[in-house]
């Protein structure tokens, strides 16, 4: 898959982890990246337009407990801890900082690399 595969169903972790920061900016979905002590190293423009939060507030903060707490659940956070592979989307509804919005979010992990996503599609 070329890394120019930008549909939020379509685009791999492999394509993320290749993008340039001007890259993920572009895409036209929301995109978290953190490593398994979920410090938050990635956090695309349409991120930050979705929450109001700028990037450079989140980056080196545990997404879970401090910037997504919404998603510390067994939906989202539990799955990290327990799966070294996925590649699954849910349905899900933001509440934190926003009125109660309706999501679909993509969750991406490999066993080899370190990065984890959460892509975040309105």
Excluded: W
């Excluded at 685009?11 to 890259?23: K, N, P, Q, R, T």
């Excluded at 109001?52 to 998603?71: E, N, W, Y």
């Amino acid at each position: 898959m070329s890394i120019r595969e930008t549909s939020f169903e379509a685009v791999a972790l492999s394509d993320l982890e290749a993008m340039s920061v001007g890259e993920r900016d572009e895409l036209p979905f929301g995109v978290v990246g953190f490593g398994a002590d979920t410090i938050v190293d990635t956090y695309n423009a349409t991120k930050s337009h979705m929450s109001g939060l700028d990037p450079s507030t989140v980056m080196g903060v545990p997404f879970f407990d401090a910037v997504g707490q919404c998603m510390n659940s067994f939906m989202v956070a539990q799955r990290f801890d327990n799966e070294a592979e996925i590649d699954d989307i849910v349905p899900y509804m933001l509440t934190l900082r926003m009125r109660p919005t309706k999501v679909r979010l993509r969750l991406l992990a490999e066993s080899g690399t370190p990065r984890r996503y959460i892509l975040v599609e309105r």
